[in-house]
């Protein structure tokens, strides 16, 4: 079993950055993907960005290609987000998944452990 906690969701203008947060524990955090979703309200669970073991590979989301950065700390057994160029419509609840698979990163069904989420919000 992995457990996931984020951290770093709030608040936030227009325009401003965020750095989100994934704590993992109770396995070895390098062996496992992480993966980055976010779920807006009334909206499915969207990919948003994955990173591989050894965080020398990165795949982003369309919607966030170029604004967001997905990174790892494999010391500290955490993933981050840092997110930036913020706008309304990135306002969701931001989830961090992990998977010790192959296959395919890009949907929910490729993650085998979820943490709780973090609400991230953007104000005009």
């Known amino acids: 079993q992995v457990q996931l906690v984020e951290s770093g969701g709030g608040l936030v203008q227009t325009g401003g950055s965020l750095r989100l947060s994934c704590a993992a524990s109770g396995r070895t955090f390098s062996d496992y993907r992480m993966g980055w979703f976010r779920q807006a309200p009334g909206k499915e669970r969207e990919f948003v960005a994955t990173i591989t073991r050894s965080g020398g590979g990165t795949y982003y989301g369309d919607s966030v290609k170029g604004r967001f950065t997905i990174s790892r700390d494999n010391a500290k057994n955490t993933v981050y987000l840092q997110i930036s160029s913020l706008k309304s419509e990135d306002t969701a609840v931001y989830y961090c998944?992990?998977?010790?698979?192959?296959?395919?990163?890009?949907?929910?069904?490729?993650?085998?452990?979820w943490g709780q989420g973090t609400q991230v919000t953007v104000s005009s």
């Open positions: 998944a992990a998977t010790s698979r192959g296959g395919y990163p890009y949907t929910e069904s490729g993650y085998d452990y």
